[in-house]
């Protein structure tokens, strides 16, 4: 492979909604709060839930930390 090549991942996500469920049942409120649950639990995070899911989800269903943490 030639080294200057860009490889490209792909990860495939969760559906926003489900992946707003499943952040809703965290009990955080913030986004200081999502990004230490996310630090702490990196190992055990489900890989289909994006880290930043403000970049994720951007034009498909993101609207805030607030909408997506607590409704």
């Avoid at 991942?9 to 200081?32: H, I, M, Q, V």
């Amino acid at each position: 492979m030639n080294p200057n090549e860009k490889i490209k991942y792909t990860l495939k996500l969760r559906d926003f909604g489900k992946a707003r469920e499943f952040a809703r049942t965290l009990g955080l409120s913030t986004r200081s709060e999502w990004d230490t649950w996310c630090n702490k639990n990196s190992k055990t995070k489900p890989k289909d839930i994006p880290v930043l899911p403000n970049v994720a989800y951007k034009g498909r269903g993101w609207i805030s930390y607030k909408d997506w943490l607590i409704g």
